[in-house]
């Protein structure tokens, strides 16, 4: 039996909500024993943590990686290593690639890619409707069997309510979850800042923060009506969280999250045009940030994610309104987050609850806990040491990162998937 024995941790446990120094001990894989103080003997390898965070690997639902058909923007090898660099331990991939995921051929065929050229757990999404083009629902029930762990048709939003409800009932007799984007697609086409004083100085087709709200309370609706599974993919606005919580509270199963762009950044990031900062939907005023980050903390808004875009050169060296929306951050979800930890916004377990354990519940995995039994994926992090990001640096094939040349703070310093190194910073 292999074992390994972590010593002089700081234990991050999003499950008790805790942070305290001690020690935890795996074999073969899975997480055996833990506790304060002085660690026991040990015949395996023993890894000194020198008073660093051990905290349960990232879970990342929403991550683009552009295999099939878009291979010079992210590999399913290039995503893994960005993963493993960024805490990342499982990976829940997106089927807006080209084709869509939307067939059991398809799913088996990025599944075996994956399988082969990742060092990270991967688990798929497939589409919702065939194409992503809200007309008519994919084969649930066999795209389940072929590995799906989720459907979605991404930022591509069924207008076609009749379609929807027939795919969330379907969905619901299969015990599937729905991840959906909640948005009136009419207001926000074209889109490409939020609505307010900035988007009209500088001259920006706008959506206003009332289009998600809209969207969320159609879908709302539909799970009134279906009793669905559904996971809101990104709540960026003040005006979401009411219609959000009266679904909770009202028995719905309903989750939501956010993106650590529209956490950490707003719309007067954008500034002179940089494209880079161009996201989907766009950043938001501050006091939409405040108010998402408050969700976050009080657990309204359930799972924080990279939703990692990755987009080429050509895409991004275009004037703002005709670039492509998206950013990687794989590399950067970690650090970024650390900002609000820094900033005595969210303390570690609150994020960690977001970034591991949350995301695990939904998708009913055992992982994102510092439990016995429960599977070594973990990171070993510093979340004091400061650094200037370098986009070049990054592993991802594409580095379109808002956060190029900025003053971060917290690096990943070791990777484990069940037990083994996966990634350990020189």
Known sequence: MSTVLFTNARLIDPEAGTTSTGWLQVADGRIVARGEGNAPGSDGQIIDCNGKCLAPGIIDIGVKVCEPGERHKESYKSAGLAAAAGGVTTIVTRPDTSPAIDTPETLEF?????????????????????????????????????????????DHVIT????????????????????????????????????????????????????????????IALLEMTGAAYHADQITTARALPALERAKRNGLDITAGTSIHHLTLNELDVADYRTFFKVKPPLRSEDDRQAVIEAVRTGLIDIISSMHTPQDEES????????????VALETLLPAALRLYHADQLDLPTLFKALALKPAKRLGLDSGRLSNGTPADLVLFDPDVPFVLDRFALKSKSQNTPFDGQRMQGKVLATYVAGQAVFRRP
Do not use: W
């Open 110 to 154: 990025i599944t075996r890619r994956a399988q082969a050229d990742t060092p990270v757990n991967m688990l798929p999404m497939a589409a919702l409707t065939k194409g992503r083009e809200g007309r008519e629902m994919t084969e649930i029930g066999f795209l389940q069997d072929a590995g799906a762990v989720a459907f979605t048709d991404c």
């Open 160 to 219: 076609n309510t009749k379609v929807l409800s027939r795919a969330l009932t379907y969905a619901k007799s299969c015990g599937a979850l729905v991840i959906a984007h909640p948005q009136e697609p009419g207001l926000s086409a074209g889109a490409a800042a939020t609505s307010g004083k900035f988007a009209a100085l500088r001259g920006l087709p706008a959506v206003p923060p009332m289009a998600e709200r809209m969207g969320l309370d159609r879908d």
């Open 316 to 327: 991004k060296r275009l004037p703002f309104e005709e670039a492509a929306s998206g950013a």
